[in-house]
């Protein structure tokens, strides 16, 4: 069942200007007086990892927000494929669990029975390393690609390990493609001209872009039907979203009007005072787009990345896994993905 959820127009505080799909407040951005010295008392990754036998994911009748939530359910299996939701995972800010949610959202959906598609959009090539592809040793990467409008996009594909999961590799060659887009005719729409041929191949694309407002992310949200934002719980979290929500709204009005926020995912949390401030911050800037699932702060991740595997397939019962498996039926839940 594909759909589209509701797209109410809210106007930004201050300057006017319109983004659909979310409550935005610039004040919430500020974060002026947070606790940085709250206590840690995070459970041991030991802890995390017991297998409790179901997919509840905190055993209790809200999120971590206090809202309503029951676990979704699991997702019903798909008789036909396609056409793909493409999924812009982006945010400028380095290091927020960009790469680690493309790679295990793609898991857990490609377990669901998703054909899924990871795009590699980061010349450093985290997502085609964590899915065991070396991409430095092939010459077809998304790079060749996006340069050369004869080339069937299947040579560019490879197939991982794992079933469902396809990825189109990236390696430092891509470094140079800012560059070389700025004199290419239709610039910002290369990635969705690249994407056009397989779309109905798959039923999630999803795009791992690089920690910058460049022209590949603006190719990357033009090529998208909606945006994840994935955020840390940590302080200075907010700060660059509100540049992010300026350029998604540039894109929007100017190139892809049909391009949705899908919703903010919190990332590396831990159960401590200072990140629940944070999240409640994060939820004062996007209200309901947040993501009932939170991520949690884990090593079993980087752990997953080093194996090459989604970890929801290295450690299906670990309590990360679950988290992830719970944002993938969300998303299928709220008709994001079929
Ligand atoms: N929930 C988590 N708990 C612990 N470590 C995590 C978590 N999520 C990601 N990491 C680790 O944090 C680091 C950064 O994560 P990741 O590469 O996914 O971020 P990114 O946003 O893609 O970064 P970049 O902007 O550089 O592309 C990685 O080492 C990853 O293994
Ligand atoms: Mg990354």
Redesign the pocket.
């Not at 380095?94 to 949610?101: E, L, N, Q, W, Y």
């Not at 991520?295 to 090593?299: D, M």
């Given at each position: 069942m594909q759909g589209t959820h509701d797209a109410s127009s809210v106007n930004l505080t201050g300057e006017g200007a319109m983004i659909r799909n979310v409550k935005f407040q610039q004040d919430a951005f500020d974060m002026p007086d947070l606790d940085e010295t709250a206590p840690q008392d995070a459970p041991s990754d030991e802890q995390e990892d017991i297998d409790d036998g179901d997919d509840t994911v905190n055993g209790m009748p809200t999120d971590l927000l206090g809202r309503e939530y029951e676990t979704f359910p699991a997702p019903q299996p798909l008789h036909q494929h396609g056409p793909a939701r493409v999924i812009a995972m982006c945010?400028q800010k380095?290091?927020?669990?960009?790469?680690?949610?493309s790679i295990n959202i793609a898991g857990a959906l490609s377990q669901y029975g998703r054909r899924v598609l990871i795009v590699d959009f980061?010349p450093?090539g985290?997502a085609s390393v964590g899915l065991g592809i070396n991409a430095n040793n092939i010459d077809n990467t998304i790079y060749t690609a996006l340069f050369n409008p004869r080339m069937d996009v299947h040579e560019v594909i490879q197939h991982t390990e794992f079933e469902n999961l396809d990825i189109i590799p990236a390696n430092i060659d891509l470094s140079a493609a800012e560059v070389q887009l700025v004199t290419e005719v239709g610039r910002e729409q290369i990635l969705a001209s690249v994407l056009r041929p397989i779309i109905n191949e798959y039923d999630v694309i999803i795009v791992d872009c690089?920690?910058s407002l460049g022209l590949l992310t603006v190719n990357a949200l033009t090529a998208a039907d909606g945006v994840i934002i994935?955020v840390a719980a940590e302080f200075f979290a907010l700060r660059g979203v509100a540049l992010l929500m300026q350029s998604i709204e540039k894109v929007q009005s100017r190139i892809n009007p049909g391009l949705e926020i899908y919703g903010v995912l919190v990332?590396?949390y831990t159960r401590t005072l200072h990140c629940e401030e944070v999240l409640q911050r994060i939820y004062e800037a996007f209200q309901d787009k947040v993501f009932h699932t939170v991520?949690?702060?884990?090593?079993k991740?980087?752990d997953s990345?080093v194996a090459a595997a989604p970890i929801t397939i290295f450690a299906p019962n670990h309590k990360?896994s679950k988290e992830y498996r719970e944002v993938a039926r969300e998303l299928v839940a709220r008709g994001v993905i079929a």
């Open positions: 945010n380095g290091g927020v669990g960009k790469t680690t949610s980061d450093q985290a690089q920690p994935p990332t590396m991520i949690s702060r884990s090593i991740l980087p990345t990360t």
